[in-house]
């Protein structure tokens, strides 16, 4: 985590809504008062839902408790309404990013208008192409005897296999279509349809990339708390700084393991290349969303709010940090202890490592 800020500027992390990791907008979800379809699900820096009615630089976030819409919008409290209890459930999700959504919301049997909006814009589909060519590198090497071909973006590597130029490389491509059991013509759509799964990988490592600086500068800012005079007397304080660092450490160590893992089961696919294969190697990529969204969006919540008061090292004092640890991270932070991030192994059992 050796990362050099631009001026030494702590930006917060933005994204549109539906690339986001702690932020849910409602007009997809089957509600019925019109009040909601513009509304959003926001989870604040304790990691609690609101439901958020309006925001703007200038009045600020507008944001209501999910058990304080029956009073606000004048429901009849004799019974539960619809909204209400699909809002309960949604709000239980302990990430709104849309790889974790999409599992989550079947999971709770929870209705989408559009399943298809749930995908990341095409901005930030196009900003994670870099990341996609950790997935599609081992298959241009395997296929072409060299990496420098997966210099482009997922589209480029389809075309690859549209119009192979290497006599070698057609040849490999119709061995791999015999392990597909599929004409060779077949194997771009083929490897598309598998996209939106390497996508969603690239979209955790740029998430967890991104989120490296914060983290630094977090873990340093804990020092001036802990070297000052009269604070380092307090051994609760000292015990939550000790908590918080450790915390981080943990999550972000598991988390940047969990990717290796990913890794390598991707690159031993194009390895032995079948269509069983490609399945598992879908199951076991999907088997982590929901844990890695968790601390992704737990650590984003966390680190917006830590940039908020300390954009700079010397922005805020040892007291302000202090204050800050006590009463914005530790709360909700927990939240993420006791997650499983889940290992599908090769003869379909789960293996499971505790995130911290």
């Not at 849910?24 to 958020?52: D, F, G, Q």
């Not at 200038?58 to 009073?71: F, H, I, R, W």
């Not at 909204?83 to 999971?107: G, M, T, W």
Request: charge should be negative.
């Amino acid at each position: 985590m050796n990362h050099i800020l631009p001026d030494d500027l702590l930006k917060q992390i933005t994204d549109s809504d539906i690339d986001s990791l702690y932020v849910l907008p409602l007009s997809n979800l089957p509600l019925e008062s019109p009040a909601l379809k513009t509304a959003k699900l926001i989870k604040n820096v304790r990691l609690k839902c609101a439901v958020e009615v309006f925001c703007d630089a200038q009045t600020g976030s507008g944001q209501v408790d999910v058990e304080s819409l029956p009073a606000l919008l004048n429901w009849n409290t004799e019974s539960i309404h619809p909204d209400l209890a699909i809002l309960r459930r949604v709000s239980l999700l302990p990430s709104f990013d849309v790889f974790s959504l999409r599992i989550s919301l079947r999971e709770h049997g929870i209705e989408v208008k559009d399943w298809d909006s749930l995908r990341l814009s095409p901005e930030k589909s196009d900003q994670l192409s870099k990341y996609m060519r950790t997935c599609t590198r081992p298959l241009i090497k395997a296929i072409y005897a060299d990496e420098n071909y997966g210099d482009g973006s997922f589209d480029d590597l389809l075309n690859l296999f549209k119009n192979p130029n290497i006599d070698n490389a057609k040849k490999k491509l119709d061995d791999m279509s015999k392990s597909l059991g599929i004409d060779a013509t077949e194997i771009p759509q083929f490897i598309e349809n598998y996209g939106d799964t390497f996508l969603s990988i690239s979209y955790f490592r740029h998430c967890f990339e991104r989120l490296e600086p914060y983290l630094t500068e977090c873990i340093q800012s804990l020092s001036k708390v802990r070297n000052h005079f009269q604070l380092k007397l307090d051994p609760n304080l000292m015990e939550i700084c000790d908590s918080v660092e450790e915390s981080i450490n943990r999550i972000t160590s598991s988390v940047a393991g969990s990717l290796e893992t990913i890794d390598k089961r991707v690159a031993e696919l194009w390895e032995n290349t079948s269509s069983k294969e490609f399945k598992n190697v879908k199951t076991f990529i999907e088997s982590y969303h929901i844990s890695l969204g968790t601390a992704l969006c737990c650590l984003t919540v966390k680190m917006n709010a830590f940039a908020r008061i300390c954009p700079r090292p010397s922005a805020s004092g040892p007291f302000k940090i202090a204050d800050f640890m006590v009463a914005e991270m530790i709360p909700g932070f927990d939240i993420i202890r006791g997650i499983d991030i889940r290992c599908r192994t090769s003869n379909t059992t789960f293996e499971k490592t505790k995130l911290i």
